[in-house]
């Protein structure tokens, strides 16, 4: 429990996180990773390059600052995080680490400025952040091996493997002990753990494309980099090195971006941009077999049939499924593709497309894909009136601000 003189030291340092905030978590990866290396693999190094790692991590420090005296307002954050951790399999003793490398971060980088008093009261702070972690990842791990049989890491085998676009396979994955697989919530993903050629451990978080309850699990992975970006070293390898009878360490399914049950027949909107497809067409098979009288609309953005995946396998939901649109829009078509009338219509989401696909309906959104996607399309919403209830987004990668 803070004092209140801890809490107020706390609040008093806002301004200066506001001001300081990439600075400091820069300045703590780089010196976790030097002193604590072993804690590299639970890190995307693509995230550290880009800056989003460091970005996420400050603000949260300044939300977690701004409500220090009442860190239940953040408790959706505090879930997000949680999930994440679980399904990397951080463990209590991590803590202590996180908490030592940025306590030395705050005091090498604010200097003079960080005099004892906002050490001690940042210490308190951390510790009483890292008690509410450890409590909530306790309890999910002990519901993932309630719910789904196993914690940790299991091995998995590919029984399948198939393109579902120029840049995205599927790998289909069942247990190789032959166990039955329970049933995941629509949205939520799947962690892997491969070592690479070079020795190299690495983790990725992979969301379920496939409906909820079938006897796999499948995964569908673009691969990244090209174009001037890095490489993605795991989307590679598994695009590159894993065949069907191949092994994977795959842990339990997690995350808290899922399709909520609902017992009304609410308009249900589904918007996927580029791979962001994957948690929502799991989300799609689950609102059409548990709902099947639900108007859907699922829009979908690519920038051209190259990589629009999962048109087949959509195409014959719509043909069984009366209540369902599809609309395919393209950013860059290819010249074929209004030949073939491969999609229906060209350009961005905007204003005048959701007029038409969904007017003036009271209807329940939940949207996926690029970080630039999501800022647009929930300006969109909030311009529409759409209140925060029925608004549900995910990010592939550090959760950022979708603040305008």
């Given amino acids: 429990m803070l004092t209140s003189g801890q809490l107020a030291v706390i609040k008093q340092t806002v301004p200066v996180l506001q001001e300081n905030g990439e600075t400091l978590t820069r300045h703590f990866y780089q010196r976790m990773f030097r002193h604590n290396p072993e804690v590299l693999g639970f890190f995307n190094p693509a995230h550290q390059r880009s800056g989003n790692q460091q970005r996420a991590l400050a603000g949260a420090i300044c939300a977690y600052a701004q409500h220090v005296d009442n860190p239940a307002v953040l408790a959706d954050a505090v879930e997000l995080i949680a999930q994440k951790h679980v399904s990397l399999g951080i463990q209590p003793e991590h803590y202590p680490i996180v908490g030592d490398n940025l306590l030395a971060s705050i005091r090498e980088v604010l200097g003079e400025a960080a005099t004892d008093d906002i050490l001690d009261a940042w210490a308190a702070a951390y510790g009483a952040l890292a008690d509410i972690f450890i409590e909530r990842e306790k309890a999910l791990y002990e519901t993932q091996e309630q719910q789904f049989g196993w914690r940790g890491f299991k091995s998995f085998v590919v029984t399948r493997r198939e393109p579902t676009s120029e840049n995205i396979v599927s790998l289909y994955l069942e247990p190789e002990d032959g166990t039955v697989l329970q049933t995941h919530q629509p949205g939520q993903y799947l962690t892997v753990r491969l070592t690479l050629p070079d020795g190299e451990t690495v983790m990725r978080n992979y969301s379920l494309s496939n409906r909820p309850g079938e006897i796999f699990y499948r995964i569908s992975v673009k691969r990244e980099g090209g174009g001037g970006t890095p490489a993605g070293v795991c989307s590679n390898h598994l695009h590159d090195h894993i065949n069907v009878g191949d092994q994977l360490a795959v842990s339990p399914p997690c995350g808290s971006f899922?399709?909520?049950?609902?017992?009304?027949?609410?308009?249900?909107?589904?918007?996927?941009?580029?791979?962001?497809?994957?948690?929502?067409?799991?989300?799609?098979?689950?609102?059409?077999?548990?709902?099947?009288?639900?108007?859907?609309?699922?829009?979908?953005?690519?920038?051209?049939?190259?990589?629009?995946?999962?048109?087949?396998?959509?195409?014959?939901?719509?043909?069984?499924?009366?209540?369902?649109?599809?609309?395919?829009?393209?950013?860059?078509?290819?010249?074929?593709?209004?030949?073939?009338?491969?999609?229906?219509s060209e350009g961005i989401i905007d204003e005048t497309l959701l007029d038409e696909l969904v007017g003036d309906m009271d209807a329940e959104y939940y949207f996926c894909g690029p970080t630039p996607m999501l800022k647009h399309v929930r300006i969109l919403l909030e311009r529409r009136g759409v209140g925060d209830a029925d608004i549900h987004y995910e990010f592939f990668g550090p959760a950022e601000s979708l603040a305008a």
């Fill in 258 to 344: 899922i399709l909520r049950e609902t017992k009304t027949c609410k308009p249900l909107v589904l918007i996927a941009g580029g791979v962001g497809v994957t948690p929502i067409l799991s989300m799609l098979h689950a609102a059409l077999k548990e709902t099947p009288d639900r108007p859907v609309v699922f829009l979908q953005g690519a920038l051209n049939s190259a990589v629009h995946p999962f048109a087949e396998e959509l195409a014959a939901l719509k043909r069984v499924n009366p209540h369902l649109r599809i609309h395919v829009r393209y950013s860059d078509p290819l010249p074929e593709d209004r030949r073939n009338k491969s999609h229906d």
